[in-house]
């Protein structure tokens, strides 16, 4: 097998189908190995193959059934989250203390901690959903960094939907709009990660711009005298 077909999300869907499609996003958001699986793209062209106008076009015998899809694709990713988000919480830090490897770094993890502590554990709950590796990361370090389950379901049922249907139903319409659309898979899927980026680039330069304004303290131990008193 060809490794650049690991990243190829129309590879993905000839050769393991609809099936393959559902483990795929459960892995990609429960399992740490799965964080280099090409979830946004996947999502897009197993929406295009929905379309009778597309389906044979991309190597399939049959349209992928729609709704199969709208109800399935978020389920499993709501339900990896959430196997993630408890094997953080169990496993606590040690989870992360593997040596680095070619696959594992530990700035993946550093990312997703940054996502977190930056947006605050709701908002980045759903917008890590958009990010590819951090959708992966964040889960586990939510449960390892003691975001309550409770909590983290609900937020992770909004990204969860979010993501998975926002991207099915732009690739279903575009299949069945766009003449040839198989051509731009590709570059389709390239724009659609750009578009997901742009508000979590917003809120971080929101972030930066709020802590530029706000007075550095005063270091400790230092205290102003005035000049006139006796020394």
Known sequence: MDLTNLLDAQWWIVTFGLIGIL??????????I???????SLL???????????????????PFPLAV?????PFCAIVGAQVGHYIGAKTGPRLFSRPESRLFKREYVEKAEHYFQTFGPAK????ARFIPIVRTFLNPVAGMLGMPAPKFFLWNVVGGVLWTESLLLVGYFAGSAIPNVDRYILPGAA???L???IPIVREIMKGRKASKAVPPAEPRGRHHRDPASPM
Do not use: C, H, W
């Open 195 to 197: 578009l997901s980026v």
């Open 69 to 73: 899809l709208l109800i399935g694709a």
């Open 34 to 40: 799965g964080f280099f699986l090409p979830g946004d």
């Open 23 to 32: 483990a795929i996003i459960f892995a990609e958001t429960g399992l740490l």
């Open 191 to 193: 724009v659609i990660i």
């Open 124 to 127: 980045a709950v759903v917008l």
């Open 44 to 62: 897009v062209v197993a929406g295009m193959g929905a379309s009778a106008a597309v389906a044979t076009s991309v190597g399939l015998d049959a």
